[in-house]
């Protein structure tokens, strides 16, 4: 079964523990937390404190993708307050290898994801080290952004190296995901969907959420 994260980028913020607890109760597998620093993107959300407050309105794992510059400094802070995964950005240079090697030690999964207009090869190092991949299908910064289709042959790439080498490793895709992007994510060999404009302003978050679980390569 295909795994949905919503983003709670789309939530509504007064309420983040509530809505933790919702999109628990409509059957998400992971809790997808943006995490951005205004400088590697162009726009501030929260960090660690914020996530930590959360950590006890629901047993999900938390999947945490840090959009910050210099990443190593803070993966303590984030193991700490209870993230089950952790991914960084190849666009944040040296730093990114230095996270990595931290978040193993740590025993919490790593992750490393990249933007549209960086070239796949680049992250192609760390394939070895990582437990999830993210395929960004818009550039990282802001939800409600159009989904970009060049992505998808990133995505097809990864599920060849995933299975001749990893069968576990996970392939997640996120930005412009809706019930049309998200089939055509899982097609190319997606693993795990990451979506927030789409969920959060769907009528039924539930159905959605049961639907895109179905989608995948053994779909009908
Ligand atoms: C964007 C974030 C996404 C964002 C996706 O930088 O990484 O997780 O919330 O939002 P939608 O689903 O609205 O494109
Ligand atoms: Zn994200």
């Not at 089939?183 to 927030?196: E, N, Q, Y």
Request: charged share 25%; hydrophobic share 40%; with cysteine.
């Amino acid at each position: 079964m295909t795994k949905i994260a919503p983003s709670m980028l789309s939530c509504d913020f007064s309420r983040l523990g509530e809505e933790t607890e919702r999109v628990t109760e409509a059957g998400a597998d992971w809790v997808h937390l943006d995490v951005m620093d205004g400088m590697l993107v162009p726009n501030i959300t929260f960090g660690a404190p914020v996530i930590k407050c959360i950590r006890d309105r629901t047993s999900l794992p938390f999947d945490a993708h840090l959009m910050i510059e210099g990443p190593d400094r803070y993966i303590k802070d984030f193991v700490d307050a209870g993230c089950d995964l952790i991914t960084v950005h190849v666009e944040a240079g040296e730093s990114a290898s230095k996270a990595i090697r931290l978040i193993k030690d740590s025993g919490v999964r790593a992750g490393i994801t990249l933007n549209p207009g960086t070239p796949i090869e680049s992250i192609e190092p760390f394939l070895p080290d990582v437990d999830l991949v993210l395929i960004m299908t818009v550039n990282a910064g802001f939800g409600g952004q159009k989904f970009h289709p060049e992505c998808l042959p990133k995505i097809e790439r990864i599920s060849e190296y995933r299975k001749q080498n990893n069968p576990r490793l996970e392939i997640s895709v996120d930005g412009g995901i809706n019930s049309e992007t998200a089939r055509m994510c899982t097609d190319a060999g997606a693993t795990v969907l990451v979506a927030g404009t789409a969920l959060f302003k769907s009528r039924d978050m539930a159905a959605d959420i049961a639907e895109w679980k179905g989608f995948g390569p053994n779909a009908e």
